[in-house]
């Protein structure tokens, strides 16, 4: 990223964030977005520490499901989880 030192990636993340600001299409903030959730990984490998304590820790011990439509006529879990596969 033109000589930028990787390990800020919050500072990185603005960057790439302002050179996007105003697209008009969401997919043009696809990239900047992916950018900024790229370098995380990586760093947490170099320090030996799980991705989750760098962003503060566990918040919540499971996720709820959400079906948004696109998983046609489902009406119970198996097939929400069969269409995921």
Known sequence: MN???VHNIET???FWYRLNFNCSVCIESAAPDALDMAPWD???REL???LRLLFG????DHV???ANGWYG????VGCFAERTR
């Open 3 to 5: 000589g930028r030192d």
């Open 12 to 14: 990185n993340g603005l």
């Open 42 to 44: 990586p760093e947490a």
């Open 48 to 50: 030996g520490a799980p």
């Open 57 to 60: 820790g566990l918040s919540r």
């Open 64 to 66: 709820k499901l959400h």
């Open 73 to 76: 006529s489902c009406r119970d």
